[in-house]
């Protein structure tokens, strides 16, 4: 198995790992079984400073940081350096406040009236994660589970090992006992193995549908808890009494920033027939400022994608889109040559039903849109799906927006704001976009022992 990163600006090999020996993997699976053991009797206290330091160390390098991601994955400067950002905000929150989830819970009106419920590790959790947010998805899944006291061993994607490595090292520099935290450039078949050990007690996927049946399966086959978070085609909807203005710069920002390699993003445009023209109007122009270029440059506003590989596969992708019937109503969608992975962007409308293509997740700066006419267009619309992650809605109307949000079969609705992960909201998928829940007091039981004790 290959670990390379390649810059997608230029094509050039930045560096290269070999992959992990079997060795290494046993070694790892003892140190971190070793780790769970310790943190068991240990204090929680002792961990929420751990990471506390582990925030402090990234807020205290962003560009050092930063730059694996441009150069691994090609996100652009500011993005990259808000990603490294996020990244500590998320262990500050649970080295802040973590103890609040672990708090004993009574259960008065048993009939043992003193029983109660303790949170407790279970053990060694797999953590398999992709290149798009190289360190929030990491750290989304590691900051509970170490505050809960289960160790992580992490197999990240093959083309961001810098990234994996980056990670490694902020825990090493803050000094993380041996064994919390363990990068490895483990192949599919010593995933398997590792899932199958009787010390693992958990796997957390954050990847596409094809990968989530796999690793699914090799859970349950193990019978072991997992997390699958997946993607999805989520709608950003527009109400004909929203604000035009912040609907349409929102909506071009929910699509295009990351190159639109965004789980939640705003896949499908709903507008309705009202506000059509006018919102159609202002968005083009907004999406006329995003032009591809260097992401190490400031100025630059619109990435590469990852690898040339997602290049062509995009391209095949709205190949078949145009091909199901579907017609580009703003944008060029012939390939971009040369060696960067780029992608122009494009707004394509007419996508029926009955398009081979509805429903698969466009991984780039590629934006449907739909006119609709009422309630019932949208909930069609947005619920005729395999996917469920989540979406937006424009309005100054906030009580029609909680209707729609209700009704709206996703694990998470904004209103009239970009959705994006928060440290302090749980976030997860149904249907084929996943199940569990990371991030907030939910994300440390993912793979908790939830201990009833009867008295
Ligand atoms: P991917 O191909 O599924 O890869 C994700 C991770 O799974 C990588 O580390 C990959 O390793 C690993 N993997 C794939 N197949 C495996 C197998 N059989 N055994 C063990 N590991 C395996 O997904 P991607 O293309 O990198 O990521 C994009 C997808 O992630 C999109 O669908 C996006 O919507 C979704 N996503 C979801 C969320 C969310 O929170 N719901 C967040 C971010 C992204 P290799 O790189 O070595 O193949």
């Not at 590989?309 to 969608?333: E, F, P, R, S, Y």
Request: charged fraction near 20%; proline fraction near 4%; glycine fraction near 6%.
């Amino acid at each position: 198995m290959n670990y390379t990163a390649i810059n997608p600006y230029n094509d050039q090999i930045v560096a290269t790992f070999p992959t992990t020996t079997d060795e290494q993997l046993q070694s790892t699976i003892k140190l971190a079984d070793e780790f769970y053991q310790d943190a068991s009797r240990q204090a929680t206290h002792e961990r929420m400073t751990a990471l506390v330091a582990l925030a402090d160390e990234f807020e205290n390098d962003l560009a050092y940081y930063a730059h694996f991601l441009t150069t691994n994955m090609g996100k652009l400067q500011r993005e990259a350096i808000d990603e490294v950002k996020k990244t500590a905000a998320m262990a500050r929150f649970y080295g802040e406040h973590g103890d609040q989830f672990l708090i004993n819970k009574d259960y008065p009106s048993a009939s043992a009236p003193n029983s109660y419920v303790e949170y407790r590790p279970t053990g060694v959790v797999v953590a398999i994660e992709p290149w798009n947010f190289p360190y929030t998805q990491v750290m989304r899944m590691f900051a509970p589970n170490f505050l809960l006291g289960n160790a992580v061993i992490l197999k990240h994607a093959s083309i961001v090992p810098e990234c994996a490595q980056a990670f490694q090292h902020a825990c090493q520099k803050v000094n993380l006992p041996r064994g919390a935290f363990t990068n490895l450039f483990a192949d599919y078949g010593q995933i398997d193995k590792l899932i199958a050990d009787r010390r693992v007690q958990g796997v957390a996927l954050t990847g596409s549908e094809k990968a989530g049946r796999i690793i699914a399966a090799s859970a349950g086959k193990a019978l072991k808890q997992s997390t699958m978070e997946l993607g999805g085609t989520d709608v950003f909807i527009v109400l004909k009494d929203a604000d035009i203005f912040q609907a349409a710069q929102a909506a071009a920002k929910a699509r295009l920033s990351n190159a639109g390699q965004v789980c939640a993003s705003a896949k499908r445009y709903l507008i309705a027939d009202e506000i059509y023209d006018e919102f159609m109007q202002q968005l083009t122009a907004v999406f006329a400022t995003y032009q591809p270029g260097n992401p190490s440059l400031v100025t630059t506003n619109l990435a590469p994608l990852s690898s040339k590989n997602a290049q062509a596969k995009l391209q095949q992708q709205v190949t078949d889109v145009l091909a199901g019937g579907a017609k580009i109503i703003w944008g060029d969608a012939k390939p971009i040559d040369g060696p960067g992975a780029f992608f122009n962007p494009l707004i394509i409308t007419g996508m029926a039903f009955d398009n081979p293509m509805y429903d698969t997740e466009l991984f780039g700066p590629v934006a449907q849109v739909y006119r609709i006419k009422n309630d019932a267009d949208i909930l069609k619309l947005a619920n005729t799906s395999n996917h469920g992650l989540g979406g937006a809605i424009y309005t100054q109307d906030i009580e029609h927006a909680k209707i729609l949000a209700h009704y709206i079969e996703t694990g998470q609705v904004a209103i009239n704001q970009v959705l994006s992960s928060q440290s302090e909201i749980p976030f997860g998928g149904i249907k084929d976009s996943g199940y569990g829940r990371e991030l907030s007091d939910l994300g440390i039981l993912a793979f908790a022992n939830i201990k009833a004790i009867i008295n």
